[in-house]
């Protein structure tokens, strides 16, 4: 499994795995989707784009997984079915690293969620392992 809830105290924390940075980023955005509901409708909601730079793979993560749950408030979905493209910029250009992304937007009104108020940066880790990629994070509920 990709991704794995973790009990954290007043919080929920998501421990994911990728075998690259693109899969690991897609991993964190699921179990960022899974804290927030139990299930997840299959065919419902269409694919919006989400875009995020910063200056370090840390910053750019929590940019992103800021910028699902701000996606989530104003469009009334649920961020599902994460594709991400994770790229460091070129020496030179501002922000380090980008993130290019698309989620599949469940309609709130199908889905039981629970709110989940922000993304941390406490004990935010993201680590290169055995060939692969690991990634802890903490939201605020």
Do not use: Q
Not at 40 to 45: K, L, S, Y
Not at 63 to 92: K, N, Q, T, W
Not at 126 to 137: H, K, L, M
């Amino acid at each position: 499994m990709p991704h794995e809830l973790c009990d954290h105290t007043a919080d929920v924390a998501v421990a994911a795995t990728g075998d690259t940075l693109d899969a690991l980023f897609a991993a964190v955005a699921d179990g960022l989707t899974a804290a927030s509901s139990e299930s997840v409708p299959e065919a419902t909601g269409e694919r919006f784009g989400v875009e995020a730079t910063a200056a370090s793979r840390e910053a750019v993560l929590f940019d992103y997984l800021d910028r699902l749950i701000y996606e989530r408030d104003v469009r009334h979905v649920l961020p599902a079915d994460h594709r991400c493209r994770v790229r460091a910029s070129a020496a030179g250009e501002a922000g380090a690293w980008t993130v290019e992304a698309s989620a599949r937007g469940v309609p709130l009104s199908a889905v039981d969620a629970r709110e989940i108020k922000a993304v941390t940066y406490s004990e935010m880790s993201i680590e290169r392992d055995n060939g692969g990629w690991e990634a802890y994070v903490v939201f605020d509920v």
